[in-house]
């Protein structure tokens, strides 16, 4: 297959202004994100899709393709769609939304969802384990998968939900790992639909797919993930993750 991998990186966040170009370790984050990717070898070509010219300056310095988008987009996954209909990128197969705030995607993750899809679901994601004392963490959105691995909520809430969590097995909350792999027609029909009520509600755009129909396949990791980089917390933890590793080397 050839893949595309876009990178969406909007700079206006609101729970961690200029979220891509925060410093991890001396290099902003969204340059941390394309050298993970770089680093994958698991994409054909890739390119960051933002609605800033500083992001799109830095991403260019990083030796990697920017492409300035509409700034009235609502959500990654249309930015990503506005990208994958320009005419250059018709030959690829699939297209792959790596989040700009995912420096540690795991190889296992972006290889799992990518074969989901080449196996027929019309999108492909990957969740790893998550030990029940992170379960009430609205930052580590939650995902139940069915006996196919296919998606059937996801959640900021503890899902499912468990009385007595200290005792809950090891294997009861998933925590979604910030990828997606969309066939190409998937990818279209996402963006043509308007929002669900539960993606609303929860600000997870990912339950528009649920909501329609959309098959979501989830690659189901066999250790932990590191979360996402949402807050100036998340960041610190980042930051402290990557010196740690450094030092383990």
Do not use: C
């Not at 202004?17 to 770089?38: D, N, Y």
């Not at 190889?107 to 992170?134: F, I, M, Q």
């Not at 963006?191 to 649920?210: D, G, I, S, V």
């Amino acid at each position: 297959m050839r893949v595309l991998g876009v990178i969406p990186a909007r700079l206006g966040s609101t729970r961690l202004p200029h979220k891509p170009l925060q410093l991890l370790a001396g290099e902003p984050l969204v340059t941390r994100v394309i050298q993970r990717v770089r680093r994958l070898g698991l994409v054909s070509d890739l390119v960051v899709a933002t609605d800033s010219t500083m992001v799109a300056r830095v991403a260019e310095l990083s030796g990697v393709r920017a492409l300035i988008t509409r700034d009235t987009h609502r959500s990654g996954t249309e930015r990503v769609a506005e990208v994958a209909e320009r005419p250059e990128f018709s030959g690829h197969d699939v297209v792959v939304n790596i989040q700009g705030d995912e420096p540690f995607l795991p190889r296992a993750a972006l290889e799992g969802a990518l074969a989901r899809v080449a196996s027929g679901d019309d999108v492909g994601t990957a969740a790893a384990p998550l030990e029940a004392e992170a379960a009430d963490d609205p930052g580590r959105v939650k995902v139940i998968a069915d006996a196919a691995g296919r998606a059937l909520y996801f959640s900021r809430a503890a899902i499912p939900y468990r009385e007595e969590r200290r005792k809950a097995p090891a294997d009861l909350y998933w925590q979604h790992v910030g990828v997606y792999v969309y066939q190409r027609k998937a990818l279209a029909e996402w963006t043509r639909l308007p929002p669900a009520p539960a993606e609303e509600a929860e600000r997870l755009e990912q339950l528009r797919a649920l909501h329609y129909g959309l098959t979501v396949g989830v690659a189901l990791l066999e250790r932990p993930a590191q979360p996402g980089v949402d807050t100036p917390e998340d960041l610190r933890r980042a930051e402290a993750h990557w010196f740690a590793q450094e030092e383990a080397q």
